[in-house]
């Protein structure tokens, strides 16, 4: 059964650099699985913000892409979120999930709530 | 990309059944059989419930199925459960975007 893991602050100053961290156990994240971040502002919808192979090959949300790096770090198996120029919009419960085949998710984190203020 | 199309609410009594669409385009919905449904219950993870239009993984009842018509899905809760009562999402794979959320709908057990 895999596990997955956020961690990171809670809270960022207004364009200031969103990091966190996704720990996987239970499974190889080089397995043939995507890796993903999605995110939920507080009694709102979901939202896919972007995944990546262990291949290191990325896809992100249009709507974000210009702020935001996913990357791999094979030697601890986890990978990594960071969204730049952060706003009182980008507060939200984050959290990493795995899909095989791109198509669906099947495992989920617990989520980290990160709140973006001064 | 524009979030998928969901009800905002739907609700049933204990016994019936409800169900909840979720409507995109041809680029999403209509183009791909990978639609996906979510539940999620408050200050909780989402949780599986269908992929692929129709498929349930393992351990989520059969109360629980999903369709497909156009660029419309369904997802059909019957012999609705008060352990029921939760957000639904619907996402879909939509070809150089792999998901897109739809704006959820809260289910309620009257």
């Known amino acids: 059964q895999v596990q997955l893991q956020e961690s990171g602050p809670g809270l960022v100053k207004p364009l200031g650099t969103l990091s966190l961290t996704c720990a996987v156990s239970?499974?190889?994240?080089?397995?043939?699985?995507?890796w993903s971040w999605v995110r939920q502002p507080p009694g709102k919808g979901l939202e896919w913000i972007g995944e990546?192979?262990?291949?290191?090959?990325?896809n992100y949300n249009p709507s974000l892409k210009s702020r935001v790096t996913i990357l791999v770090d094979k030697s601890k198996n986890q990978f990594s979120l960071k969204l730049s120029s952060v706003t009182a919009a980008d507060t939200a419960v984050y959290y990493c999930?795995?899909?095989?085949?791109?198509?669906?998710?099947?495992?989920w984190g617990q989520g980290t709530l990160v709140t973006v203020s001064s | 990309q524009s979030a998928l199309t969901q009800p905002p609410s739907a609700s049933g009594s204990p016994g019936q059944s409800v169900t909840i669409s979720c409507t995109g385009t041809?680029?999403?919905?209509?183009?791909?059989?990978?639609v996906s449904w979510y539940q999620q219950h408050p200050g909780k993870v989402p949780k599986l419930m269908i992929y692929?239009?129709?498929k349930r993984p393992s351990g989520v009842p059969d109360r629980f199925s999903g369709s497909k018509s156009g660029n419309t899905a369904s997802l059909t809760v019957s012999g609705l459960q008060a352990e029921d009562e939760a957000d639904y999402y619907c996402?879909?794979?939509?070809?150089?975007?792999?998901?897109?959320f739809g704006t959820g709908t809260k289910v309620t057990v009257l």
């Open positions: 999930a795995t899909s095989p085949g791109q198509y669906y998710f099947d495992y």
């Open positions: 239970g499974d190889s994240i080089s397995s043939s699985h995507w």
């Open positions: 990546i192979y262990e291949s290191g090959s990325t």
């Open positions: 041809s680029s999403d919905v209509g183009g791909y059989n990978y």
């Open positions: 692929e239009v129709s």
């Open positions: 996402s879909s794979y939509a070809g150089s975007i792999p998901f897109v």
